[in-house]
């Protein structure tokens, strides 16, 4: 089974200024994708950035970039001039490329609180 | 526009009370499935369906029933809670099979349930 490891369970940030989440994983797999969530205080779960596995670039939304390493199985987020709006829980995740059944589901990392400072 | 809705949002029960947990999307996914969240453990899946009247066990399913007979709706059945199952449940819907394994999970509001 794949596990999700988000290794800083709190972060802050000042206003305008970059801050790096990181995550990493475990599979045996070799083609997978990734995916961040944010996550607001409104709780609703936002897609903010996703990677496939078999794509060696790396994925950029914005002010949001990630550092995929697929040798050290890691996936960081960097957010980039951070802003207010920032401020959430952030969950890395993983989903086979298997599509059937099981394989399916989203793994979840426990995820990394982001506090922006004004 | 393409959304996910879950209700109730707020819920406060006791032990032993059956109750439901309604969600329904309207982008015709195959995929749909339930997590809970809980502090320092993320979200885990407890059941998942993938097509009408296909459904089956996610990593956390006891205590849990789900039900497919509509592509569109996918309740969450709780027979008779139990305060370890005070959580905050998410439904999610996907496109699924070969090729969508990178689309986005939708998911609804999220069910804030406590059981006294």
């Known amino acids: 089974a794949q596990t999700v490891t988000q290794s800083q369970p709190e972060m802050s940030v000042q206003e305008a200024e970059t801050v790096t989440l990181s995550c990493t994983y475990d599979t045996s797999e070799s083609d997978y994708y990734l995916f961040w969530y944010k996550q607001p205080p409104s709780r609703q779960m936002i897609l903010v950035i996703r990677?496939?596995?078999?794509?060696?670039q790396n994925a950029t939304e914005n002010r949001f970039s990630v550092n995929f390493q697929k040798a050290a199985k890691s996936f960081s987020l960097k957010i980039s001039d951070s802003q207010l709006g920032d401020a959430a829980m952030y969950f890395c995740?993983?989903?086979?490329?298997?599509?059937?059944?099981?394989?399916?589901?989203?793994?979840f990392g426990k995820g990394t609180l982001l506090t922006v400072n004004p | 526009e393409a959304q996910v809705t879950q209700n109730p949002r707020y819920l406060i029960t006791v032990t032993g009370k059956k109750l439901t947990v309604t969600c329904s999307q309207n982008?015709?996914?195959?995929?749909m499935s339930w997590y809970r969240q809980d502090p320092g453990l993320g979200l885990r899946q407890i059941y998942y369906?993938?097509?009408?009247?296909?459904?089956d066990k996610g990593d956390v399913p006891e205590g849990y029933k789900v039900s497919r007979k509509e592509k569109r709706n996918f309740p969450l059945i709780l027979e008779s809670p139990s305060p370890n199952q005070t959580s905050l449940y998410f439904c999610?819907?996907?496109?699924?099979?070969?090729?969508?394994?990178?689309?986005?999970?939708?998911f609804g509001q999220g069910t804030r349930l406590t059981v006294v």
């Open positions: 990677q496939e596995a078999y794509k060696q």
């Open positions: 369906s993938m097509n009408v009247e296909v459904t």
């Open positions: 982008m015709n996914h195959e995929y």
């Open positions: 995740a993983y989903r086979s490329v298997n599509s059937g059944g099981s394989n399916y589901k989203l793994t």
């Open positions: 999610a819907s996907s496109l699924s099979g070969v090729g969508f394994g990178n689309t986005e999970a939708f």
